[in-house]
């Protein structure tokens, strides 16, 4: 069966089918050749047609919730639809001088507006005459939504971003609503209005708009089961084609000659190797964490041709920011320049640092990685830190893992035993400073190592998060999520169910070490999946990119901006 067929037929056959040819086919295969075959058997590009998609303002779409009717956009994303279908909800019952005022709802990325019992034969009739997408939730209960998809229907924002209207009772002088919500479904009837902005009402508001909302003074406290502190992103991007880069690791290698004797991963190309990916993580950062204050890119001193640095929120930083008189520059030690990160200048308390090969899959809140209290959630994984002692033939990761777990059991007579998984690790800066004070000599000697090596420890995806668990400053977390190698053969298949079911919260595309016949087959599979998965460009991409990486001798930054805390700016 063709691809184009393939993708065509329902996805329950489909699945079946390509279970199968992972089973049956794949082990047929020289292995040199699985990932090449497996990629040309799944299909991950957008849905093929029976009829050519035209100029057509809208395209008929299969989703989650059957068969819709959406608009075409080349620009939306989850947060600002979701804003767009409450305005027009609001500004319709506004025009037919119907009251309301706005109620949070359980759903993270759905929206809640009340309106009188009395009112509802007027307010349907209103709603109907919309061309919106219209259902009934619930007794008393409607759901509004206008879809979006991009160009080729790869992704479609319909019902789940939804307005739904509440009508509610009158009741011995209180409103009652139809159902519970996170706050309050019982309120005095004669309680004032207040006009508040967007976030009080949850953290999956779209960044920016002047627009306020009329509710109840209840609905507008801070609950404690609510973070409301600014939460920054970091990530570390390289660009391992920038020819003054390869220079300077060229030269790097000649004064490390340690490095020809040790673990292959140590300097691998593939670590350094940059297939877009930083693009893609911040696209759904900015589709599904639009909670997040800034984002801080830190590089030596390169910047990727499509970033937009003029932007308030975005601030490149140079290694040279964060290292200062400490370590050995330049660096192509990730671990070095994890240990480093908290020294970024402006950096939240609280933070997620991200690889560029980790994705946020679908809309999550702060709490998934922050207590209320601020605490830091941590995600261990079900793969083991070996428990022989370190050896020369370990992987540089292993050997951090190792490393930290000796660190651990000197100081709080514990031994860690798993590792964590590949996902945004929360973080906060002064448990990292804490660390760098208590553990100093090995510390220092990670951010001194210009290459990955034996003796380094793993301060942000592991050090940190037991230290903070045994000093009372962590909690284990829960996150769906999926590690997948880009040179596994089963790899298409696992980005398949993921790219239909959206089912996950986070995923990593590693890239561990590839051969150069392996490399390209895994640019085309990721220039597949990505496009795919995250359509919609980020509010940090520019409309026309640069000509390419640049390595300015200054560091391009944008000022970051203050912001109040949240019970301050939302009022």
């Known amino acids: 069966m063709s691809p184009r067929i393939l993708q065509l037929t329902p996805w329950p056959v489909r699945r079946r089918l390509l279970g199968q040819a992972q089973r049956r086919l794949l082990p047929l295969v020289p292995e040199s050749r699985r990932l090449r075959v497996a990629r040309q058997i799944v299909p991950l590009g957008p849905r093929p047609r029976l009829k050519p998609i035209t100029e057509a303002p809208a395209l008929r779409v299969r989703t989650a919730s059957g068969r819709l009717t959406a608009r075409r956009r080349l620009d939306a994303h989850p947060s600002g639809v979701r804003r767009e279908n409450l305005d027009r909800v609001l500004d319709a019952l506004t025009s037919a001088g119907i009251g309301w005022f706005r109620i949070p709802v359980a759903d993270l990325t759905r929206t809640g507006v009340a309106v009188a019992e009395a009112d509802r034969n007027r307010a349907l009739g209103v709603l109907r005459e919309l061309d919106a997408h219209l259902e009934a939730v619930a007794p008393r209960v409607w759901r509004l939504s206008w879809p979006v998809t991009d160009p080729q229907g790869r992704l479609t924002l319909g ?25 309050a479904d019982v309120v005095p009837a004669d309680e004032p209005e207040i006009v508040v902005a967007e976030p009080v ?37 390289v660009d391992g084609d920038d020819p003054a880069w390869r220079a300077r690791k060229a030269r790097a290698l000649r004064e490390n000659g340690w490095v020809a004797g040790s673990n292959e991963q140590t300097a691998n190309d593939s670590r350094f190797v940059s297939r877009d990916e930083l693009r893609y993580s911040l696209r759904s950062l900015h589709a599904y964490a639009p ?37 050995r520059l330049p ?46 959630r941590f995600f261990p994984s079900g793969a083991l830190v070996g428990s022989a002692p370190r050896t020369p033939g370990d992987t540089p990761a292993d050997s951090a893992g190792k490393n930290n777990r000796d660190l651990i059991q000197r100081a709080f007579g514990r031994v860690l035993t798993r590792k964590m998984k590949h996902t945004p690790h929360p973080s906060r800066r002064s448990v990292l400073g804490e660390i760098e004070l208590r553990f100093a000599d090995r510390v220092a000697a990670t951010a001194g190592h210009q290459f990955r090596h034996p003796e380094d420890i793993a301060l942000l995806s592991s050090l940190q998060q037991y230290y903070a668990y045994l000093t009372g400053r962590a909690a284990p977390g829960q996150i769906r999520y999926l590690y997948t190698d880009l040179a596994d053969p089963q790899t298409p298949f696992r980005l398949a169910r993921l790219l239909h079911d959206r089912h996950l919260d986070a995923f990593c595309l590693n890239d561990t070490h590839s051969s150069p016949e392996a490399v390209a087959e895994q640019a085309a599979l990721l220039a597949e999946f990505l496009p795919a998965y995250l359509p919609f460009p980020s509010r940090w991409e520019l409309a026309i990119p640069r000509a390419g990486t640049v390595s300015p001798r200054t560091p391009v930054v944008a000022r970051q901006i203050s912001r109040a805390p949240l019970s301050e700016a939302t009022r």
């Open 159 to 183: 019902p789940e971003y939804g307005c739904e209207v509440e009508f509610w009772k009158a009741e011995g002088g209180n409103l009652t609503g139809p159902r519970s919500n996170p706050v």
């Open 201 to 237: 009402f949850g953290p999956f508001g779209a960044p920016g708009g002047a627009r306020r909302y009329r509710t109840r003074e209840v609905f507008t406290m801070v609950s404690p089961d609510r973070v409301a502190f600014p939460i920054d992103a970091v990530y570390t991007w």
């Open 291 to 327: 909670w997040i204050r800034h984002v801080f890119v830190v590089t030596d001193d390169q910047v990727p041709a499509w970033l937009d640095t003029t932007r308030s929120d975005l601030t490149v930083v140079s290694h040279r920011e964060i290292f200062g008189d400490t370590g």
């Open 331 to 376: 660096t192509f030690n990730s671990q070095a320049i994890e240990s480093r990160l908290h020294r970024v200048p402006g950096l939240s308390e609280h933070f997620l640092y991200l690889n560029d090969d980790v994705f946020l899959g679908r809309p999550v809140a702060p709490e998934m990685f922050f207590t209320p209290g601020g605490l830091t």
